[in-house]
């Protein structure tokens, strides 16, 4: 006897049923808002059941008399009996693997040995879930597909590291006394190493795992990649070549990715007449002061405990001034790193990094990264100050409203190369247009009556002229709109002020700007779309 399913209980459904004098078919009508039974799914089960010359009519009068009468619809014949069966299906990706079971009509189930055959003949040999086989075969789930077997996926290696054995990320915060003073000699700046010292080792890159698919194919992985020494001046490499190590003694210094030592160039007293301008490779350290119109450049870092004057001091690296700069106007400093000074005064000052000092008075400043002032003073008026990121100070201004010109969310070289491109195109442009004249003359000349051997020269110089020109302007226009594009994306800069904002302050946060009218305390200057919003002061 065999009893159709159902998805809803409420459906009507059919039997069929083996006897002696024929086949019996019964049908049972639905309740309530059930399906009826349709005659397709009867004609599909007999064709299964390969049932041979069943009564067509009789099946359609019994679907629609649905009475629960049974009805014979063919002759007495033997059942064909149907084992178990299943179908493997593999996904795209050949990671996965799904059977479905189909169950027995009047035949037996497929044994564990059934389902891994037919596994096998599909190409199924790895990944098999052997413990969910095992009770999918004694406790079958039919027609439902399981996932039966997974693919293991590949695991890329790690690229290999660079292992620094000296501080990369050096506190250059000066230490605040108990009685709000700044201490601007204990900076620790300087790491002195030895020859032979190991500054940095290579971390290996660990291999790459393969993966495989349950078809049994290889999936391959890459190898990490192995990281390069960063040396520069003054290093070598070991035998091994696996650490990078000190060939003088020196300061260790991490400049443009490029660790370096470097020899220290001392000088006893002042920087004048009798020592000149100083241009050393290293680091450069004055124990006195550096008078006007002297200049000290020097690869590494240049540290100086007196005064420095209206003198130019330029360094790859980090600026330390013990006491400050009085700059009388005319004084430049220019960092690839960090500048610390107690004070700065009437000078022009530029860094990549951050700018750390007591007080800025009078002063254009172009600080990459944040400009703190801090200690008693905490102090920024007068003069000119754009920082890429933040401005943190106790007071900016001055009661009597000297005007301080404030500027963070655009790092300032960038706006210095926008202003060099653009005059720089004006001029280009310009030459271009007397190039064009000139070939427009000499062209008038060449269909009039011919040009000489020295005006075709001149034709071809200027025809290179324009050439070139064109080439340039269409250069400097990508670079232009490049650094459009950058200028005119949202500024998140602040501007953070522990005690007062005076009126005569102008803050400028990317493209919009605010002119301080009323003292202000406590206070953050903040972007929010295009205006500039004070809030709360936060550290």
Known sequence: MYKSTTANVNDGYFVLEYREDGIFMTVYPPVGKGKKVDIRDIIDRLTFKKVKDFNRELLELSVLKADKAPVKIAEHQEEVKIDASL???????????????????????????????KLTEQGVVYGINKEMLENISKYPIYKESV????????????????????????????????DGSVDFRELNLVESVTKGTVL???????????????????????????????????????????????????????????????????VPANVD????????????????????????????????????????IIAGGDIVLRRGMQGLGKGLIKSGGDIVARYIENSNIEAKGDIKSEAIMHSNIKCGNKLELSGKKGLLVGGVC?????????????????????????????????????????????????????????KKMEMSGGLSPEKQEIMAKSIRTKLFYSNKINQIKEEIVHIEMKLQEEADGKIRAFSFVYPGTKISIGTSMLYVKDNMKYCTFYRDGADIKIGAYDK
């Open 87 to 117: 179908s493997v299906s593999v996904t795209p990706d050949k990671m996965k693997a799904l059977i479905t079971l189909y169950p027995p009509d009047g035949g037996r189930a497929l044994s564990l040995e059934e389902i891994l055959s």
């Open 147 to 178: 996932i039966i077997a997974e693919g293991t996926t590949s695991t890329n290696g790690k690229n290999g590291l660079v292992q620094f054995h000296f501080d990369l990320n050096k506190d250059r915060k000066p230490i605040i006394r108990e």
């Open 200 to 266: 940095c080792s290579l971390v290996p890159p660990l291999p790459g795992i393969p993966g495989r698919t349950v078809v049994g194919v290889d999936i391959p992985a890459m190898d990490g990649k192995p990281a390069v020494l960063p040396r520069g001046r003054n290093t070598e490499i070991s035998e091994n070549g696996e650490n990078l190590i000190a060939s003088i003694d020196g300061q260790v210094s991490y400049i443009e990715g490029k660790v370096s030592v470097f020899l220290n160039y001392e």
């Open 273 to 312: 007449n009798s020592t000149g301008n100083i241009n050393f490779v290293g680091n450069v350290i004055v124990r006195g002061n550096v008078l006007s119109g002297f200049i000290v450049e020097a690869g590494g870092s240049v540290e100086v405990w007196g005064v420095v004057e209206g003198a130019t």
């Open 386 to 442: 754009r920082v890429g990121k933040e401005i943190s100070a106790k007071v900016i201004g001055s009661y009597m409203a000297t005007v301080t010109d404030v500027e963070v969310g655009t790092d300032p070289s960038l706006k210095e190369r926008y202003k060099e491109l653009r005059s720089e195109i004006q001029i280009i442009e310009e030459d271009l247009k007397k190039a064009e004249q000139a070939i427009a003359i000499l």
